[in-house]
C-alpha cells in the first residue's frame, strides 16, 4: 500500500486547510487510516482516525470540534478538513494504514499503522 499525502501550507491563526491522502495498491487489505502529526522537536502524535469497518471515527482531543477527518471510497482517499488552526498545530502531518484488524483503541497509536506517507507540512502563522 503507498500513501501520497499533499495539502499542507501557510495558513493565518484561525483558518483552514484540508490534507488529502490518496492511497494505491493493495488498499482493501486495510483496516482504516490515520492522521498523525509531528512538530519540531516533539514526537509524532496522533490526531485522527477512520476505522473502515462501521466508519468509526476518532479523534485527538486537542483537535475536536475542530478537525474532521473523512473518506472517498471510490478515490481511495481520506481527507482531514481543519478548522480553527493555530500556531500550536503547525506540523508535519503524515498520513497511515492500518494493515491488520487491531481493536478500536489501537487506532490512537502508532503502532497499529503498517503503511505510511510521507508527511506533509502545516505552518500556522501570521
Known amino acids: 500500500v503507498q500513501l501520497q499525502a499533499y495539502g499542507g501550507g501557510l495558513v493565518q491563526p484561525g483558518g483552514s486547510l484540508r490534507l488529502s491522502c490518496a492511497a494505491s495498491g493493495r488498499t482493501l487489505s486495510t483496516y482504516g487510516m490515520g492522521w498523525f502529526r509531528q512538530a519540531p522537536g516533539k514526537e509524532r502524535e496522533f490526531v485522527a482516525a477512520i476505522r473502515w469497518k462501521g466508519g468509526i471515527l476518532y479523534y485527538a482531543d486537542s483537535v475536536k470540534g475542530r478537525f474532521t477527518i473523512s473518506r472517498d471510497n471510490a478515490k481511495n482517499a481520506v481527507y482531514l478538513q481543519m478548522n480553527g488552526l493555530t500556531p500550536e498545530d503547525t506540523a508535519v502531518y503524515y498520513c497511515?494504514?492500518?494493515?491488520?484488524?487491531?481493536?478500536?483503541?489501537?487506532?490512537?497509536?502508532?503502532?497499529?499503522?503498517?503503511?505510511w506517507g510521507q508527511g506533509t507540512l502545516v505552518t500556522v502563522s501570521s
Open positions: 497511515a494504514a492500518v494493515g491488520r484488524p487491531y481493536n478500536s483503541g489501537s487506532y490512537y497509536y502508532d503502532y497499529a499503522y503498517e503503511y
